[in-house]
Every structure is written in structure tokens, then in C-alpha cells.
């Protein structure tokens, strides 16, 4: 009722247009035109939100479920103190985290040389402070093993926003668009890739690898879309 009272108050002529259509039973036209106007309510993303359910289940065992590795680059120190989040989200879903400037992984290159490339991981470029949903790993697996996400190297999912504990402004991104793409990257950092060793030391050295990277795995294939709200991004 919230979301209706807030598409009144931002359009009253627009809502009781509309209001009308519905009335005279034209429902086709009447969803068309209320769409937009409760779509800009703050309260619409809850509404939906609440209505969602995730029911991914795996198909493979753990002997033999594909391996992904999240990448989390924490080389700024202003964004450190969001890691411990990220891990958190990860460790529900039992991916392992290399974290990019720790002890362990000072560089990229450091975590190239520790990453086994004989088990053909895939590899999930986060920020720190980024988060999964319930259930990524075992979509993303479930991606890979079905359709046209059996045969692509990228593998994309949709996104929000975290303010705080609140998830706002989502991303519901369309199917693979090469010329979109080449306009606004709407992958990196809510992707999973299937890239080589050479693939990830070729971009090594650059401040922006995990871009890079996105686009040159984007650009030996079509990447799939996984339309499912996975990404939590900071």
C-alpha cells in the first residue's frame, strides 16, 4: 500500500490514469503505466526483496563441483576495515578467498603463483566489503553445467547496492550486449571468470587487472547471464 500511496504523491495525474485504465478492466495497459510510478518508490526494491526466495541446489558433489576462488584486492588501506564482511559471505558458501596485499599474497603476481591452474578454477574479482548471496555458489555452479553456461569462460549475475545494513538501487542487467558493454562495464566485480594463468599475470602489473581481466575473458566468448540478485556490492 506504501509503494501505491508513494506513486500518488510522485505523479497524481499519471497514478489516477492509470487507476482509471484499471478500473475499465484495460489491466495490459493499466500495469504498463502503474510499472514506472511504483518503480520509484523507496520502498519498492524492500517490497520485492521480501518476496524472493533463493532455491539453488547443487548438482555436482564436492569431489567434483568446479573450483572457484574469490580475488579480493585490499591494497587501499581505506577499505580495509570491509574485509572481514566479504570473507564472512564467502565462507557461508565455502569459496576460498585470496586476499591481495595480505602477507600471504602481497601482489597479484604472489597470487597467481599460489592459485593451482591444473584444476581449471574460476575466478571471482571482489572489493572488499562486497558480498554474496545465500546460494551464489551453488547458482554459479548449477550456471556452468546448464545451457548456454556450460560453454561460456564469464559467467554474470545481477547487483545492489549496501548502505549499511540496507540494499538499494539494484542492477537488473540484460543478456550478454557487446556494444553496451564497450560503453559501461556492467560485469566487473559481479562476474565469475574461467581465466588462465597467462590471462590473469597479463594484467598483473595494472591498478585496474580486475577490469581488464573482465574484458579480456568478455572478449573470447559470450558470457552468460545469471539473472539472480548475488552480488551485494559496498
Known sequence: VLVHVDALRSNPREYLTATKWWIKRRRVRARGQFAPLLSRSPRAYRLWLSRQ???????????????????IDVRQDHVRRNLAATQASLALEGIEPL?????ETPTLVAAVR????????????LSPGDRIAPGTAAAYRKAMRMGSGAKARLIYADDDLLFGR??????????????????????TGACL???SEVDLAAVADSADWAARLTAKIAGKGTPHHLPAMLHHRQ
Open 99 to 103: 586476499v591481495i596485499g595480505s602477507t
Open 114 to 125: 599460489q592459485i593451482d591452474w591444473s584444476i581449471q578454477p574460476w575466478l571471482l574479482p
Open 166 to 187: 540496507r540494499r538499494q538501487d539494484p542492477h537488473f542487467k540484460p543478456d550478454w550486449n557487446s556494444e553496451l558493454f564497450a560503453h559501461a562495464d556492467y560485469l
Open 53 to 71: 526466495r533463493y532455491h539453488h541446489s547443487m548438482l555436482a558433489s564436492p569431489s567434483d563441483a568446479p573450483v572457484i576462488i574469490a580475488l
Open 193 to 195: 571468470l574461467q581465466a
